[in-house]
């Protein structure tokens, strides 16, 4: 399953973490840049399931286009492959179309690897046009979405116009950190796992 984001630095790691913790997912990093990784986060919040290696590594916090050429590393989308694993999350980098090559998009990736989507999004002004967008994407590229993920606060009156406008399903999950994981990951689970 792919964790897609309606932008960078929507929660998409949060909602793995959260994913792993609850239905003990596998997880894989398809192109991770920038030396803070996200499988170390994972790794602090998660201590029984598979992480798997990256499946390209850039040192340089920017999209993979120009990071590539900053680190002086050469692949192309044809190069990326996904662990032959049955339960796993794959998080991607930046939302559908960040690059992920000189030629290719996340998205592009996506309708060549099909799998469903999970798509983060969380509360800020211009996030329904955004999500909608996303979830056009989405659609229009025959890629199956489960649901998407609020994360942080909750505005049901977002939740109302994207659910009556594009007929996705929508599950909340609430910011959280070592003191109140538990807590937070088994209300989550009690709300998407109707949508898995």
Same mark, same amino acid.
Do not use: W
């Given at each position: 399953?792919?964790?897609?984001?309606?932008?960078?630095?929507?929660?998409?790691?949060?909602?793995?973490?959260?994913?792993?913790?609850?239905?003990?997912?596998?997880?894989?990093?398809?192109?991770?840049?920038?030396?803070?990784? /996200?499988?170390?986060?994972?790794?602090?919040?998660?201590?029984?399931?598979?992480?798997?290696?990256?499946? $390209?590594?850039?040192?340089?916090?920017?999209?993979?286009?120009?990071?590539?050429?900053?680190?002086?590393?050469?692949?192309?989308?044809?190069?990326?492959?996904?662990? /032959?694993?049955?339960?796993?999350?794959?998080?991607?980098?930046?939302?559908?179309?960040?690059?992920?090559?000189?030629?290719?998009?996340? $998205?592009?990736?996506?309708?060549?690897?099909?799998?469903?989507?999970?798509?983060?999004?969380?509360?800020?002004?211009?996030?329904?046009?955004?999500? $909608?967008?996303?979830?056009?994407?989405?659609?229009?590229?025959?890629?199956?979405?489960?649901?998407?993920?609020? $994360?942080?606060?909750?505005?049901?009156?977002?939740?109302?116009?994207?659910?009556?406008?594009?007929?996705?399903?929508?599950?909340?999950?609430?910011?959280?950190?070592?003191?109140?994981?538990?807590?937070?990951?088994?209300?989550?689970?009690?709300?998407?796992?109707?949508?898995?």
């Amino acid at each position: 399953m792919y964790i897609s984001g309606i932008h960078t630095d929507t929660g998409k790691t949060h909602l793995c973490v959260a994913l792993c913790k609850a239905f003990k997912y596998s997880y894989f990093k398809l192109v991770q840049a920038g030396s803070n990784k /996200d499988s170390d986060i994972l790794r602090r919040f998660v201590k029984d399931v598979k992480i798997h290696n990256d499946g $390209i590594f850039l040192h340089t916090p920017a999209s993979p286009h120009i990071a590539k050429k900053l680190d002086n590393i050469e692949y192309s989308m044809n190069d990326l492959v996904l662990p /032959d694993d049955n339960k796993m999350i794959v998080e991607l980098a930046g939302g559908l179309f960040c690059p992920i090559d000189d030629n290719f998009t996340m $998205i592009d990736f996506m309708k060549k690897n099909k799998r469903k989507v999970i798509l983060a999004a969380r509360n800020y002004l211009g996030m329904i046009n955004h999500t $909608i967008l996303s979830i056009k994407a989405l659609q229009d590229n025959s890629l199956e979405i489960v649901c998407v993920v609020m $994360i942080g606060e909750i505005d049901t009156r977002l939740d109302d116009f994207i659910i009556k406008y594009t007929g996705v399903k929508i599950a909340h999950l609430e910011y959280f950190d070592e003191t109140n994981i538990d807590e937070k990951v088994e209300k989550f689970k009690k709300e998407i796992e109707k949508f898995l």
